[in-house]
Structure formats: structure tokens, C-alpha cells
T-cell receptor, first 113, second 115 residues
Framework: DAGVIQSPRHEVTEMGQEVTLRCKPI?????LFWYRQTMMRGLELLIY????????DSGMPEDRFSAKMPNASFSTLKIQPSEPRDSAVYFC???????????FGPGTRLLVL | GDSVTQMEGPVTLSEEAFLTINCTYT??????LFWYVQYPGEGLQLLLK?????DKGSNKGFEATYRKETTSFHLEKGSVQVSDSAVYFC??????????????FGQGTILTVHP
């Protein structure tokens, strides 16, 4: 199994630009999570989907952030417009079912200048 | 709501020393408990888990016992190696309450092991 795949692995952009992060969950997993990790705030859950439906987006920081899951094998997290304070490592994770282990991707390291 | 509290870090040890990282939790019902490890530049990966009281999870020489009476899940290893240097996260998964379906993580503890 390839594991959770994220792209790009690194992204450097300028303030105001749109950023799109991509995630391919493990095949057969029906829950998908987006996290953000920074030194200051630690690991934060942004949003999670179950069967492609957003269940809880209370962690999405503001309207500049949006996430979609058009099918079971793909999800995006978009930031528009990006700001320097969005600089962080963004992780995607997936899980087969409620009792299953949550598997994390390698992360996307985002730097907004 | 649910919460997880880990001991303050960072923790610095010499190789072959004994490791304990404390973890306590607050949750309603009967949560499952986990330890995740994050090596530099990587995502989190499951180290061990326990799903009910008195269960012991173990992996790679690490152990943790689910203690419901003290609401704790302390991580231990008898002899650490340099390769154990990483960030360790305690987490819980609760079927009930407002945390349904979501892992609740502690703040993480940085472990550095010197030769």
C-alpha cells in the first residue's frame, strides 16, 4: 500500500496568492482529516470528512480556507488569499472506519512570504 | 470536552536510559488511547494503542498501560536509543460527546537521545 499521498511536499508562495494542497487517502478508507502543525500552536485539526462529506470544519481558521472531497480518493485544501501566518506543515490523514488506525501523510511544508 | 495533557518537554536522555513520558486525559465514557511518534521531517505514525482499561499497548520496546482509575496512559521504554529521538504524542478517541470520530492530541513531547 502506498500510504497517504500528499502533494506538493514543499510550497513557497507570496502573500496574496492562492495555494492548493492535495491529498490521496489510502484506498478503502472512508474518513479523511486535514491538520496544521506549527511550533506555536502545535497540531490542529482543521476539518474532517466521512464518506466524502464534511463532518466537522470547526477548526478551519477563517473563510480564506476551504476544503473539498469530490470523491473517495482525492481531497484538496485551498487557501485564498494566503498570508504569512499560514506558514506551517499541513498533514492529511485517513482511516478505514471509526475503530481503525489513523494514517498520516508526509505533510506539505508551506511557506508564505 | 475531551482533553489530553502530556508532560512538559523537551526530554533529553543518554542512550540506554529509562524513558517515561506522562500522559493524562479527561474524557467521558470509555475512550481508546494512543501514542503516536513523529520523526524529523515525517508525518505522525501510530506507535501503540489500548482500547480498554488495563490493556497494555506495546511496540518497538515501548509500552503504555491504560489506567482508568488515574486516567493515565504513560509511555515507557527500558533502554532508549539515539534512533528514538522524535516527538511523541498522546491521543484519545472517544465515541461520545463532542469529540466523536476525532482524535484529541496532547501537545507533544520532544525526546532527544544522546550517544
Amino acid at each position: 500500500d502506498a500510504g497517504v499521498i500528499q502533494s506538493p511536499r514543499h510550497e513557497v508562495t507570496e502573500m496574496g496568492q492562492e495555494v492548493t494542497l492535495r491529498c490521496k487517502p489510502i484506498s478503502g478508507h472512508n474518513s479523511l482529516f486535514w491538520y496544521r502543525q506549527t511550533m506555536m500552536r502545535g497540531l490542529e485539526l482543521l476539518i474532517y470528512f466521512n464518506n466524502n462529506v464534511p463532518i466537522d470544519d470547526s477548526g478551519m481558521p477563517e473563510d480564506r480556507f476551504s476544503a473539498k472531497m469530490p470523491n473517495a480518493s482525492f481531497s484538496t485544501l485551498k487557501i485564498q488569499p494566503s498570508e504569512p501566518r499560514d506558514s506551517a506543515v499541513y498533514f492529511c490523514a485517513s482511516r478505514r472506519d471509526y475503530q481503525g488506525t489513523q494514517y498520516f501523510g508526509p505533510g506539505t511544508r508551506l511557506l508564505v512570504l | 470536552g475531551d482533553s489530553v495533557t502530556q508532560m512538559e518537554g523537551p526530554v533529553t536522555l543518554s542512550e540506554e536510559a529509562f524513558l517515561t513520558i506522562n500522559c493524562t486525559y479527561t474524557a467521558t465514557g470509555y475512550p481508546s488511547l494512543f501514542w503516536y511518534v513523529q520523526y524529523p521531517g515525517e508525518g505522525l505514525q501510530l506507535l501503540l494503542k489500548a482500547t480498554k482499561a488495563d490493556d497494555k499497548g506495546s511496540n518497538k520496546g515501548f509500552e503504555a498501560t491504560y489506567r482508568k482509575e488515574t486516567t493515565s496512559f504513560h509511555l515507557e521504554k527500558g533502554s532508549v536509543q539515539v534512533s528514538d529521538s522524535a516527538v511523541y504524542f498522546c491521543a484519545l478517541l472517544n465515541a461520545g460527546g463532542t469529540s466523536y470520530g476525532k482524535l484529541t492530541f496532547g501537545q507533544g513531547t520532544i525526546l532527544t537521545v544522546h550517544p
